[in-house]
């Protein structure tokens, strides 16, 4: 157990924002798992700021998902800190700040892991967000913005003395994207060289990586994110690590239900996007994705869910 500020953290295992998945019916399901705090996708201070639907559709929560946290992106101050004020009006618990995300399109915005090279601007938005909110604030960023510029303990350090309660550490650079290994040392260097409580995040591909990173790098928290995709068991110490079909499709049939109940106007593809991640390591599962993506209709999905009852063991 940790603390963010005054938030009580009961386990260490966090589901990460992600862009096009962390939305309110996965948060739902990872946390039933025992995830001890989601994230939300990242949301656009801008979107906010012109109370824009889409963005205030991903902003939707319910109190059986609390603790929640809602995660900000932006490169303007200003904007960042009425956004704060904006969600800070909903019944959440945590505003994190994005200064990781690689993408392009966040990154020609000066926004994301672009702030890693501007820490004054990023510390301007830090101080800004905490002015603007009544929770705690966290900031999740890179190692650095490649091999040659590793500031992660700077960053760290900047993100503490300008009101963060607690940090986020990918320990892959922007140059890495996604790919190569994530360096574990960084997290454990980051951790010595704050006060505040540190969630690391790379690589933990099950609940033993999880468990692995805690140990070896004596961080506070650790967060999961594209692991988590299909596989919202992986929060759980009771899960199998390689379940069976019957387990995958109970929790595949569970989050379908959720969505039928909260978010009853999720577009077909990202449900499909969803569903189709349940069957990976599946005998067959490239056919089900296929035959999962020919739906055209919920129900149609539904059914087709039920029918794969029948089919042979997990590879």
């Not at 991903?58 to 904007?79: D, Y």
């Not at 099950?206 to 594209?226: P, Y």
Request: with cysteine; aromatic share 6%; hydrophobic share 45%.
């Amino acid at each position: 157990m940790f603390a963010i500020g005054t938030l009580r953290i009961d386990n260490p295992f966090i589901l990460a924002p992600l862009a096009g998945y962390s939305d309110l019916a996965f948060r739902l399901q990872c946390r039933e798992f025992g995830a001890a705090l989601c994230f939300s996708e990242m949301i656009s201070c801008h979107g906010l700021h012109f109370r824009q639907k889409n963005t205030l559709d991903m902003i939707k929560t319910v109190t059986a998902e609390r603790p929640v946290a809602m995660q900000l992106f932006g490169s303007e101050p200003g904007v960042m800190g009425e956004a704060a004020e904006i969600l800070s009006e909903m019944p959440i618990d945590c505003i994190d700040i994005n200064m990781g995300c690689p993408a392009s399109k966040v990154i020609k915005k000066g926004a994301g892991c672009a702030l890693m090279k501007e820490p004054a601007l990023a510390a301007q938005i830090i101080r800004a967000v905490v002015k603007g909110a009544n929770v705690p604030i966290t900031v999740k960023f890179r190692s650095g913005w490649d091999h040659q510029t590793i500031i992660a303990c700077d960053f760290a350090k900047m993100a503490e003395d300008n009101g963060a309660a607690a940090i986020t550490v990918h320990a892959r650079t922007w140059s890495d994207g996604f790919s190569g290994n994530a360096d574990w040392q960084i997290i454990s260097q980051v951790k010595q060289a704050v006060a505040i409580p540190v969630i690391g995040n790379g690589d933990v591909q099950s609940h033993a990586d999880g468990l692995r990173m805690l140990a070896e790098t004596g961080c506070d928290g650790v967060m999961i994110g594209r692991a988590a995709l299909g596989a919202p068991w992986i929060f759980s110490a009771d899960a199998p690590e390689n379940p069976s079909l019957a387990f995958r499709l109970a929790a595949l049939n569970r989050h379908l239900a959720l969505i039928a109940e909260h978010q009853p106007d999720t577009p077909p593809s990202q449900i499909k996007n969803h569903a189709g991640r349940y069957f990976k390591g599946v005998v067959g599962g490239a056919k089900i994705r296929r035959q999962i993506f020919n739906q055209i209709s919920y129900a149609g999905l539904r059914e087709l869910i039920a029918s794969l009852a029948n089919l042979g063991p997990i590879a």
